[in-house]
């Protein structure tokens, strides 16, 4: 471990705390609905779009109105996906003349981008055309984003009003994130990455001949316009199917840590943005304390990993750490913690093979998503999925004091906590459910590409990504296949839609409470004991993933060795 490691650790934590505040700001305005400098420019634009959808961005919903609107509006868009994707042959921008994708890819990858999973199992740049990847996906990275964003939105309603029967208008809060905070941000950032070498053009390819003499075909096509709202949006799914590996996507160590803060930035302005909307700014404050907290701890451990050398590279004489699976151009610092940040939050996108990680070193991933992808997390998606664990938290202290727990000044009652409840197992129940039948089936079985337990923990990461809404992989399972696209497609929609329909009756259920003022026996939600509280509980649940994921790889293999199979 070397001074300049820390420093990055430090520097990047640093920016991030210091962005906390005007980006909440910014996001605080567009969950009020207040006029912004933006909408000079974009207001008629938004305007434009009531009129022809016919909404009344004033007249608000209840949460099962909210919830039924999202709803038909991700299944639509998810269907419209999946028929572009079959027809890509017969649609322009089709230069390589790629065919349509077969129905269960198709599936698969419409519900990954719907859910702002992202999961991959093709290769881009040879399965997909231009407009595959503008129409079919781009335009899901912008869309679920929004509306993981307006979620929050409706939960911060929740915590803030006193008895009202609405939680805000689903299409007036899709309609504003998308219009004034990620298209204006992703412009700009667009513009960086070309500037800074990302390609973003309509040509297929180009032929570049090699110092070598040869002939190469380089892919190309519109990558920095995706790759601005991959990472703003938490999605992950890369143009190329090296990700952010590939120097067309991530070509210097400068974008490398633009990149990273991108990933985290509307995650930790949404933190201040609760504490302004519950009217205690402390309260935002110590969620990202926690998350804080929990960021730090694993990525000492993953970067102390990956610089030390492994017992074989000692006895083979190797020295400097783990490059293997490593850019040169990012070294072990920027690879280690560019594995945290993504999965951290649930964005995804790789700029090194996690799959050749030291033990530990990969542990991390898998662990963060484990969590719940609470730790920072997706937009909107970490902080609602955070506010779950706070219900409990609360609950528990509230046990402690012997009085009926509070939160921000809400009761939080029996209704709360079994939906909390419902909401965090389903995380675990996916997890290992859908691991398990992996494990012990042939078409399950047939995936990884390495045996024993390393294989083993290819099946568990990806149904921890899947889940988790994650999109990451350890690349050595070959999941491209009837089994695990449908399988996997169960877990990202269920992983999603499955927890954000809890969090809206959660949302409704607070918002007709009235407000209740903290009295003497109430627990402190804003200190020291708080924060670790927070910590103390998102370990232990996460726990109850983790650990059983540990005692299923020998359980399974007990199982296939009894059915004549070898794992």
């Known amino acids: 471990m070397t ?171 899709m309609t504003r994130v998308t219009l004034y905070l990620l298209v204006p941000i992703c412009v700009v950032y667009a513009l960086y990455l070309v500037a800074a070498g990302v390609p973003q053009t309509f040509v297929a390819s180009i032929d570049a001949h090699t110092l070598e003499g040869a002939k190469q075909t380089l892919a190309l096509g519109p990558v920095a316009s995706q790759e601005a709202i991959k990472m703003l949006g938490t999605n992950g799914g890369g143009f190329f199917n090296a990700n952010s590996a590939h120097p067309f996507e991530n070509p210097t160590a400068m974008t490398n840590l633009v990149q990273m803060l991108s990933i985290f930035l509307i995650g930790v302005g949404l933190t201040y943005t609760f504490g302004k909307a519950v009217g205690d700014t402390r309260q935002g404050w110590a969620i990202l304390a926690a998350m804080t907290i929990l960021f730090l701890a694993g990525a000492a451990v993953a970067y102390a990993m990956e610089v030390h050398p492994t017992p074989l590279m000692h006895q083979l004489g190797l020295a400097g750490g783990n490059m293997e699976g490593k850019e040169v151009r990012f070294g072990i610092i920027g690879s280690a913690l560019f594995s945290v940040v993504t999965t951290a939050a649930s964005c995804g996108a790789v700029n090194a093979m996690h799959d050749s990680f030291t033990a530990l070193g990969g542990l991390i991933p898998m662990f963060n998503m484990e969590l719940g992808e609470v730790v920072v997390g997706g937009v909107g998606a970490g902080i609602y999925g955070f506010l779950l664990f706070a219900i409990l938290a609360v609950f528990v202290a509230g046990l402690m004091v012997g009085r009926t727990p509070e939160y921000v000044g809400k009761k939080i009652e029996a209704r709360e906590v079994k939906l909390a409840v419902l909401a965090i197992a389903v995380l675990p129940l996916m997890i290992l459910g859908g691991s398990a039948i992996a494990t012990v089936t042939q078409a399950g079985l047939a995936g990884p590409l390495n045996k024993g337990p390393h294989g083993f923990s290819e099946i568990l990461y990806a149904f921890s990504s899947a889940t988790a809404n994650n999109g990451s992989a350890f690349a050595g399972l070959t999941a491209g296949t009837p089994f695990y696209n449908a399988l996997l497609g169960i877990a990202m929609w269920i992983g999603r839609f499955f927890i954000i329909v809890p969090v809206l009756a959660i949302a409704g259920s607070l918002a007709a409470k009235k407000h209740t003022p903290a009295g003497a026996g109430s627990f402190p939600t804003t200190g020291g004991l708080w924060v670790g509280l927070l910590v103390g509980i998102i370990l232990i649940i996460g726990g109850l993933t983790f650990l059983p994921g540990l005692a299923l790889g020998p359980i399974a293999d007990h199982l296939t060795a009894a059915a004549g199979q070898l794992f």
């Not at 938004?46 to 007249?59: H, I, Q, S, T, W």
């Open 3 to 173: 001074l300049a490691g820390w420093a990055l650790i430090a520097l990047f934590v640093a920016i991030l705390g210091l962005t906390a505040k005007p980006v909440g700001l910014w996001l605080f305005a567009l969950y009020e609905g207040r006029r912004t400098p933006l909408h000079a420019l974009l207001g008629p634009v938004e305007r434009g779009f009531y009129r022809l959808a016919g909404v009344d961005p004033a007249k608000e919903q209840s949460w099962r109105r909210y919830a039924l609107h999202m709803l038909l509006f991700q299944l639509a868009t998810a269907l419209l996906t999946y028929f572009l994707l079959r027809a890509q042959g017969m649609l322009p921008l089709n230069q390589r003349g790629l065919p349509g994708l077969g129905a269960d890819g198709a599936m698969n990858v419409a519900i990954s981008f719907v859910t702002n999973t992202n999961w991959q199992w093709y290769t881009g740049e040879s399965t997909l055309s231009n407009l595959s990847q503008m129409l079919a996906l781009a335009i899901h990275n912008f869309l679920s984003a929004a509306t993981g964003i307006a979620i929050a939105f409706a939960l911060f309603r929740g915590f803030a009003r006193r008895e009202s029967a609405t939680v805000g208008n689903f299409w007036a809060d």
